[in-house]
């Protein structure tokens, strides 16, 4: 069984400039998560879906953050523009449900100059 | 609201010698506990989770963890370091309808 796939595995690019991230998450899996992960420090969750909804995106800033799950699969994270302070790895989990374990990506590094 | 607490930011141990990495969890409900771990430049990957059935937990390469609900404690253990161990390790917890909160990390050194 394929795991959770990210894409791109890196990212550089100059601030102000617009970066998506794309995630695919475990077949059946309905909860689909964005977390941010800095160095030296555990992943914050960025935004949750249960299928196509977004649940919980109380910590995305929203300014130039966005994200989208369409058909409830596939899901995309959008940053425009780009700060310095960006800087850092987007995971990418899911699960079957809220509360069981979650599988994540690989990640996504971005470094932004 | 939820929170965890990883005791130690880094811990070393020489080869063969027990792992013990300290968890504390703050939670007026019964949680749901994990514990992760991930190695540079890869992703995380669940190493063992707790969902309300034996208290002691086994897990994937050797490690294990105790609930201890009256200290509040998931703590894991292995009986014996290998170096393939070194690592970052993140205790998580998630309540009902709430989403995993990570601790801040434990870096594992195995020393040869």
Known sequence: ?113 | AQSVTQLDSHVSVSEGTPVLLRCNYSSSYSPSLFWYVQHPNKGLQLLLKYTSAATLVKGINGFEAEFKKSETSFHLTKPSAHMSDAAEYFCVVSLRNTPLVFGKGTRLSVIA
Do not use: M
């Open chain 1, 1 to 113: 069984e394929a795991g959770v796939v990210q894409s791109p595995r890196y990212k550089i690019i100059e601030k102000k400039q617009p970066v998506a991230f794309w995630c695919n998450p475990i077949s059946g899996h309905n909860t689909l998560y964005w977390y941010l992960q800095n160095l030296g420090q555990g992943p914050e969750l960025l935004i949750r879906y249960e299928n196509e909804e977004a649940v919980d995106d109380s910590q995305l800033p929203k300014d130039r953050f966005s994200a989208e799950r369409l058909k409830g699969v596939d899901s995309t994270l959008k940053i425009q523009p780009a700060e310095l302070g960006d800087s850092a790895v987007y995971l990418c989990a899911s699960s079957l449900e809220l509360n069981t374990e979650a599988f994540f990506g690989q990640g996504t590094r971005l470094t932004v100059v």
